[in-house]
């Protein structure tokens, strides 16, 4: 795992793109913070008791997992409005489709909901609020930029799910993330199309060149949405 990328693994350490790559800089989401509102599980009780207990560990993944498709759908909701392409328009739908996924798991597991308020760019953790800030105000230099901010957001998003699925052992959570990663790859593949269909160039940060080359010419999966 890049350690530019992450901290404990996280959607974090992305603040800044320079010649057209993102650096690591800016907010970092440290264990602590992903596990915001871990504590309150023990107060689940009576008829809203969890049908899967959680672990610390286990419950910070499912809260910063949730907020994480979030600010992919904020991003590229922005993004699309900004530059009218379908192709922010349509992974905004699949990033909802996400978000209520993620939503399902936390009532599975009796986590609150770290999505208080479901308005774009806001978020109880400000680490990503920030990298929200930082990542429309790099989509919003040009076009090729942005399918660049989506590249870059989806090598994250599947890195980080790699490692969300590792510490999962609960067969329905494990589906779940792994149809989240299926649908990754596929953003991947589309931003990374009009990438090169429009004469750019992209160098991965998160995941190796090899991998991102990999997934990037291969076909779409089925699923995942």
């Known amino acids: 795992?890049?350690?530019?990328?992450?901290?404990?693994?996280?959607?974090?350490?992305?603040?800044?793109?320079?010649?057209?790559a993102m650096v690591a800089a800016?907010?970092?989401v440290t264990r602590d913070a992903r596990g915001l509102g871990v504590a309150r599980l023990s107060a689940v009780s009576g008829p809203e008791r969890?049908?899967?207990?959680?672990?610390?560990e286990l419950a910070s993944w499912l809260l910063h997992?949730?907020?994480?498709?979030k600010i992919a759908r904020d991003v590229y909701r922005t993004l699309g409005q900004l530059w009218g392409v379908n192709v922010f328009s349509n992974i905004t739908s699949s990033e909802q489709n996400h978000m209520n996924s993620m939503a399902s798991m936390l009532d599975r597991y009796g986590l609150p909901d770290p999505v208080v308020d479901d308005s774009t760019g806001?978020?109880?953790n400000p680490a990503f609020a920030e990298l929200y800030t930082l990542l429309v105000e790099r989509g919003s230099e040009s076009l090729m930029e942005g399918y660049k901010v989506g590249a870059k957001i989806e090598e994250?998003?599947?890195?980080?799910?790699?490692e969300a699925i590792v510490g999962a052992q609960d067969p329905v959570l494990i589906s779940v993330y792994e149809n989240l990663l299926r649908g990754s790859r596929n953003h991947l593949r589309a931003f990374?199309?009009?990438i090169y269909n429009n004469g750019g160039t992209y160098e991965a940060e998160h995941l190796t060149q090899e991998e991102f080359d990999e997934i990037a010419n291969s076909?779409?999966?089925?699923?995942?949405?």
């Open 50 to 56: 969890p049908v899967v207990m959680a672990s610390p």
């Open 122 to 124: 806001v978020f109880t």
């Open 1 to 20: 795992m890049p350690k530019q990328a992450f901290i404990q693994a996280g959607l974090v350490g992305v603040a800044l793109f320079s010649s057209g």
């Open 65 to 69: 997992m949730r907020e994480e498709e």
């Open 26 to 28: 800016g907010p970092r």
């Open 156 to 162: 994250l998003d599947i890195v980080d799910l790699r």
């Open 192 to 194: 990374a199309r009009q």
């Open 219 to 225: 076909d779409f999966e089925p699923g995942g949405n």
